[in-house]
């Protein structure tokens, strides 16, 4: 007896909670009027319109690349100040780490935390408007690597990935700083 009060309470409960969903949906109602046929396009006497792939000759010099370039630095920055306090804590027994240690377990919090703000930077600075691929792809992949890092600390993973990802993404931060300065800026 218990037991169908209960079961009749939440089918009435749900029953009142789909009900109010379907009536505070919007309804849809077409217009009943017929639009007429659209006015013939009117022919303009305009030069044609300078390509939108080129800049003006006018214009000043982008400066996508030093500013992409000068964030992702301050990416790199941010996230190795906070890796290196990890590695260092977890450094020494081949491919076991010891999560439980206090020293371990926050400098892993801290990492993890400056490695999401620096992958968001990093994508942010590679998705800057203008900048030449042969910049943004070393950036997004080094990126990527960022976020792999970030999970392979999360899940508590072992030293010989997170010292293998580490190495992808110096290789990363290398193509990246030689993109920068074959382009004139600095990473």
Same mark, same amino acid.
């Given at each position: ?11 009435? @409960? ?52 030093? %500013? ?20 260092? %804590?977890? *450094?020494?027994? #081949? ?11 926050? *400098? ?25 691929? %042969?910049? @943004? ?16 600390? #999360? ?12 190495? %992808? ?19």
């Amino acid at each position: 007896m218990r037991k169908s009060l209960l079961c009749g309470r939440t089918f009435t @409960a749900s029953l009142l909670v789909s009900a109010s969903a379907l009536l505070s949906i919007p309804v849809a109602s077409a217009d009943t009027e017929v639009p007429g046929p659209a006015p013939d396009p009117v022919p303009v006497n305009a030069a044609a319109a300078p390509s939108l792939d080129a800049p003006p000759a006018d214009a000043a010099p982008s400066s996508a690349v030093p %500013d992409a370039c000068k964030q992702f630095g301050m990416a790199l920055d941010h996230a190795a100040s906070y890796y290196e306090d990890f590695a260092y %804590d977890s *450094a020494g027994s #081949g491919n076991s780490v010891n999560y439980d240690d206090p020293n371990v377990a926050n *400098a892993n919090v801290f990492g993890r935390t400056a490695l999401r703000e620096s992958a968001a930077a990093a994508m942010s600075a590679a998705s800057t408007p203008g900048l030449p691929n %042969d910049v @943004a792809s070393p950036m997004r992949s080094w990126s990527l690597h960022a976020a792999k890092l970030l999970v392979i600390m #999360g899940i508590r993973g072992g030293g010989d990935s997170l010292n293998s990802t580490a190495d %992808d993404m110096n290789t990363d931060a290398n193509n990246a700083q030689m993109a920068c300065a074959l382009n004139g800026a600095r990473a």
